[in-house]
């Protein structure tokens, strides 16, 4: 499985942006995918995930209420929509996938493919 972000950017504090990450290759065998981030301060932090079977979705609880994970099926594609974003978001974002079952989403060990990482900025 090879996957591809996009969407980053800089925006200012509570505005809103939307990342996109599709997959290729053997996507049939795709349990998951999730997003992590990147600061200086923390290497990977887990922010959403989803079931890519059933839907079921996975949140840090500081972004659940901000940032909806969605997917589509058809396109291969994982969405991360950004809401009233704050400075402290921050971070590389990047995709990841896992193809086995484990019933653990949060930890970037549990991933076996990961995309290249895209660049969000948020100004206060």
């Known amino acids: 499985v090879q996957l591809q972000a996009s969407g980053g950017g800089w925006v200012q504090a509570g505005g809103s942006l939307r990342l996109s990450c599709a997959a290729s290759?053997?996507?049939?065998?795709?349990?998951?995918m999730g997003w992590f981030r990147r600061t200086p301060e923390k290497d990977r932090e887990f922010v959403a995930a989803?079931?890519?079977?059933?839907?079921?979705?996975y949140y840090l609880d500081s972004v659940e209420d901000r940032f909806p994970i969605s997917r589509d099926k058809g396109k291969n594609t994982v969405y991360l929509q950004m809401n009233n974003l704050k400075p402290e978001d921050t971070a590389v974002y990047y995709c990841?996938?896992?193809?086995?079952?484990?019933?653990?989403?949060?930890?970037?060990?549990?991933?076996?493919?990961w995309g290249q990482g895209t660049l969000v900025t948020v100004s206060s």
């Open positions: 290759g053997r996507t049939f065998n795709m349990y998951a």
């Open positions: 990841a996938a896992k193809t086995f079952y484990s019933g653990r989403y949060v930890d970037a060990y549990e991933y076996d493919m």
């Open positions: 989803i079931n890519w079977s059933d839907g079921i979705n």
